[in-house]
């Protein structure tokens, strides 16, 4: 097993977003840096556009990611509902 | 009233299909390998060039949107730090070294990178791989610019960030080693040049360079550094992706193409890593105020992630780097043997150097108790004993440098840390000097190309580093003061200890100045 990662910088549009992250993906790891977080994951990490809306009130495109992302790790695929970075390709 | 129906948008898979595909043409009036003449000499095979896609779907018109936030946000931060006296909020001054390193010898990269993607864009039969480089080079040029704008802040307040974008890149020894690994890429095919920048630089090594170093920025209260660091990195995670899926793409087009991309694969790889030995510097060294060691930053970033991606390239018939082997060995000690020619050699640089004091030392061999107390404190020791005499030891004489990665022969052998590793090939009746057999191996592959490399020390010592009009016959002529005059350096301002510098004594009268009322 493989671990996949995200890297986003710790702003009021992330908080939303990393709280959906970990609701998501009990199995992934919440690493606190300076200025930023990184959330670990054995293997897979799914990001739901859903998730994100609820916990906002508004609508989110899920390519709204980039303007906070930092870095990623595993294979990404991306489309309207879902990003998946995976190890599983 | 009439309610407005909403209109039915294109979801993001087929909106990515419309806007990137069918943008080409067959052409007509010229065969097509006449228009693409760099497609095939490296011999990669391609079938079909459908097959690449870029799996964050991003099209142009989203691109824009995006970016703009991007820079909107960076340049509000960038006025609140200009107009809140943001240079006094840093640890301290020496943390300064570091972004001088960071402007003077990474921000020239990013601007040959962007001429490097738009090339390779230029190159690509496929469409797909030319919208994403057009992307990557529109990016590139951005850090270029952002990283120089932001620092120019600093510029107004500090020494040493005059001229590193424009004329130091060009000239200073320890610069031409990120220079000279642009510069192979550049001059290599489009394949190659993808594996070089976009999967062995972008996807490997750049996690190293911009994730610890600007959380480490923020650490040390550079504001300006972390938005823009970050700004740029939000892009780099798109570059990663495309590195990655340019890699796979070659691999699944056609088997032969295995044997070239891992050959690439593993040049490039310890290219990179050599290039990063300065980064280990930062992190260890330079950082006033530290966030991870280089050996921590590497087992996370390298071994770990790295270790991910080359178990599932392993499908492929991707075998690791052999040069990892050493890299294991070497993360105990590079950052250090760097740092100790550094600061033996600052008195021909633009930025300063300082011996580690009590406090940091016990830092450093906590992080490296196998390493750093055996073989270098009593080296640091040595050095502050003289400097305490008044005799700060520099070194008079010019490192030679090696063949392939242009860092000075300061790397000891796999087996030995007391011994510097030399190793020696012979073309064409004339003798080249490498550093590794990592650098002999790529010399021994390639010779032709890197026999003309431009080995700052070399042109020196030749006489080709003075401002016009020199004359080397000159009662009192002073070949150092010459070749600092030609790199734009002041060395009474830029370069030496930091202790002493003007760096050092402006940097506290000001904070002074900025709490008191006299």
Same mark, same amino acid.
């Given at each position: 097993?493989?671990?996949?990662?995200?890297?986003?910088?710790?702003?009021?549009?992330?908080?939303?977003?990393?709280?959906?992250?970990?609701?998501?993906?009990?199995?992934?790891?919440?690493?606190?840096?300076?200025?930023?977080?990184?959330?670990?994951?054995?293997?897979?990490?799914?990001?739901?556009?859903?998730?994100?809306?609820?916990?906002?009130?508004?609508?989110?495109?899920?390519?709204?990611?980039?303007?906070?992302?930092?870095?990623?790790?595993?294979?990404?695929?991306?489309?309207?509902?879902?990003?998946?970075?995976?190890?599983?390709? | 009233?009439?309610?407005?129906?909403?209109?039915?948008?294109?979801?993001?898979?087929?909106?990515?299909?419309?806007?990137?595909?069918?943008?080409?043409?067959?052409?007509?009036?010229?065969?097509?390998?006449?228009?693409?003449?760099?497609?095939?000499?490296?011999?990669?095979?391609?079938?079909? +060039?459908?097959?690449?896609?870029?799996?964050?779907?991003?099209?142009?018109?989203?691109?824009?949107?995006?970016?703009?936030?991007?820079?909107?946000?960076?340049?509000?931060?960038?006025?609140?730090?200009?107009?809140?006296?943001?240079?006094?909020?840093?640890?301290?001054?020496?943390?300064?070294?570091?972004?001088?390193?960071?402007?003077?010898?990474?921000?020239?990269?990013?601007?040959?990178?962007?001429?490097?993607?738009?090339?390779?864009?230029?190159?690509?039969?496929?469409?797909?791989?030319?919208?994403?480089?057009?992307?990557? /080079?529109?990016?590139?040029?951005?850090?270029?610019?952002?990283?120089?704008?932001?620092?120019?802040?600093?510029?107004?307040?500090?020494?040493?960030?005059?001229?590193?974008?424009?004329?130091?890149?060009?000239?200073?020894?320890?610069? /031409?080693?990120?220079?000279?690994?642009?510069?192979?890429?550049?001059?290599?095919?489009?394949?190659?040049?993808?594996?070089?920048?976009?999967?062995?630089?972008?996807?490997?090594?750049?996690?190293?360079?911009?994730?610890?170093?600007?959380?480490?920025?923020?650490?040390?209260?550079?504001?300006?550094?972390?938005?823009?660091?970050?700004?740029? #990195?939000?892009?780099?995670?798109?570059?990663?992706?495309?590195?990655?899926?340019?890699?796979?793409?070659?691999?699944?087009?056609?088997?032969?193409?295995?044997?070239?991309?891992?050959?690439?694969?593993?040049?490039?790889?310890?290219?990179?890593?050599?290039?990063?030995?300065?980064?280990?510097?930062?992190?260890?060294?330079?950082?006033?105020?530290?966030?991870? /060691?280089?050996?921590?930053?590497?087992?996370?970033?390298?071994? #770990?992630?790295?270790?991910?991606?080359?178990?599932?390239?392993?499908?492929?018939?991707?075998?690791?780097?052999?040069?990892?082997?050493?890299?294991?060995?070497?993360?105990?000690?590079?950052?250090? #043997?760097?740092?100790?020619?550094?600061?033996?050699?600052?008195?021909?640089?633009?930025?300063?150097?300082?011996?580690?004091?009590?406090?940091?030392?016990?830092?450093?061999?906590?992080?490296?108790?196998?390493?750093?107390?055996?073989?270098?404190?009593?080296?640091?020791?040595?050095?502050?004993?003289?400097?305490?005499?008044?005799?700060?030891?520099?070194?008079?004489?010019?490192?030679?440098?090696?063949?392939?990665?242009?860092?000075?022969?300061?790397?000891?052998?796999?087996?030995?840390?007391?011994?510097?590793?030399?190793?020696?090939?012979?073309?064409?009746?004339?003798?080249?000097?490498?550093? /590794?057999?990592?650098?002999?191996?790529?010399?021994?592959?390639?010779?032709?190309?890197?026999?003309?490399?431009?080995?700052?020390?070399?042109?020196?010592?030749?006489?080709?580093?003075?401002?016009?009009?020199?004359?080397?016959?000159?009662?009192?002529?002073?070949?150092?003061?010459?070749?600092?005059? +030609?790199?734009?350096?002041?060395?009474?301002?830029?370069?030496?200890?930091?202790?002493?510098?003007?760096?050092?004594?402006?940097?506290?009268?000001?904070?002074?100045?900025?709490?008191?009322?006299?």
């Amino acid at each position: 097993m493989s671990t996949v990662f995200i890297a986003f910088q710790i702003n009021e549009d992330t908080r939303p977003i990393i709280e959906a992250i970990l609701a998501d993906n009990p199995h992934a790891v919440l690493d606190e840096q300076p200025a930023m977080v990184k959330i670990n994951a054995e293997d897979t990490l799914v990001i739901k556009r859903e998730s994100v809306e609820e916990l906002i009130g508004r609508k989110f495109d899920l390519q709204e990611l980039q303007v906070n992302l930092i870095t990623i790790s595993g294979h990404l695929d991306e489309d309207d509902d879902t990003f998946t970075l995976s190890w599983k390709n | 009233m009439d309610m407005k129906a909403t209109k039915k948008k294109l979801g993001l898979k087929e909106k990515y299909a419309h806007m990137t595909r069918g943008l080409d043409w067959e052409t007509t009036y010229q065969p097509k390998e006449k228009v693409f003449p760099q497609a095939t000499f490296e011999g990669i095979k391609v079938h079909d +060039w459908d097959k690449w896609e870029d799996p964050f779907r991003l099209t142009m018109d989203s691109y824009w949107k995006y970016q703009a936030e991007k820079e909107r946000k960076l340049y509000a931060v960038l006025d609140a730090f200009a107009q809140n006296n943001g240079h006094l909020g840093i640890t301290d001054a020496r943390y300064l070294s570091a972004i001088k390193l960071f402007l003077t010898g990474i921000s020239p990269l990013e601007y040959v990178a962007h001429r490097g993607f738009a090339a390779a864009g230029r190159n690509f039969p496929g469409v797909g791989p030319r919208v994403a480089c057009l992307m990557q /080079s529109i990016d590139e040029v951005r850090h270029a610019q952002t990283q120089i704008h932001a620092l120019s802040n600093y510029n107004k307040f500090y020494e040493g960030f005059h001229a590193g974008a424009s004329h130091q890149i060009e000239r200073l020894w320890y610069l /031409s080693v990120p220079k000279s690994f642009f510069d192979d890429a550049f001059s290599a095919g489009p394949f190659e040049w993808m594996i070089a920048i976009g999967f062995s630089f972008e996807y490997v090594l750049t996690n190293l360079l911009f994730v610890p170093f600007m959380s480490g920025a923020a650490y040390n209260g550079d504001m300006a550094t972390v938005t823009f660091g970050f700004s740029a #990195q939000s892009d780099e995670a798109r570059h990663m992706t495309l590195g990655l899926e340019c890699i796979k793409f070659m691999l699944e087009q056609d088997p032969d193409n295995l044997p070239i991309v891992q050959k690439w694969i593993d040049k490039w790889a310890w290219r990179g890593i050599r290039v990063l030995s300065l980064v280990s510097t930062m992190l260890d060294y330079m950082l006033p105020k530290r966030v991870m /060691s280089w050996k921590e930053a590497w087992e996370i970033y390298f071994e #770990q992630n790295g270790g991910a991606l080359f178990n599932d390239l392993a499908k492929y018939g991707i075998k690791v780097p052999e040069c990892i082997a050493q890299c294991t060995v070497d993360k105990e000690h590079q950052s250090h #043997q760097l740092w100790l020619t550094l600061c033996t050699h600052s008195h021909a640089m633009g930025l300063h150097t300082w011996l580690p004091n009590a406090e940091e030392m016990d830092w450093l061999s906590a992080k490296y108790p196998n390493t750093f107390d055996k073989y270098y404190r009593p080296r640091f020791d040595q050095l502050r004993e003289l400097a305490d005499k008044g005799e700060r030891f520099y070194a008079n004489t010019l490192p030679m440098l090696c063949q392939v990665c242009q860092i000075p022969m300061l790397f000891t052998e796999p087996d030995d840390p007391t011994k510097i590793c030399y190793r020696e090939s012979e073309f064409q009746g004339e003798k080249y000097h490498t550093c /590794s057999d990592g650098c002999k191996h790529i010399f021994d592959d390639e010779p032709e190309k890197y026999i003309q490399a431009w080995l700052p020390v070399h042109q020196v010592y030749m006489g080709n580093c003075w401002p016009e009009g020199t004359d080397p016959t000159a009662e009192g002529f002073n070949p150092l003061a010459k070749y600092l005059e +030609w790199c734009h350096i002041d060395l009474a301002r830029d370069g030496g200890d930091y202790e002493g510098s003007s760096d050092q004594a402006n940097f506290a009268a000001w904070r002074g100045a900025a709490t008191q009322n006299t």
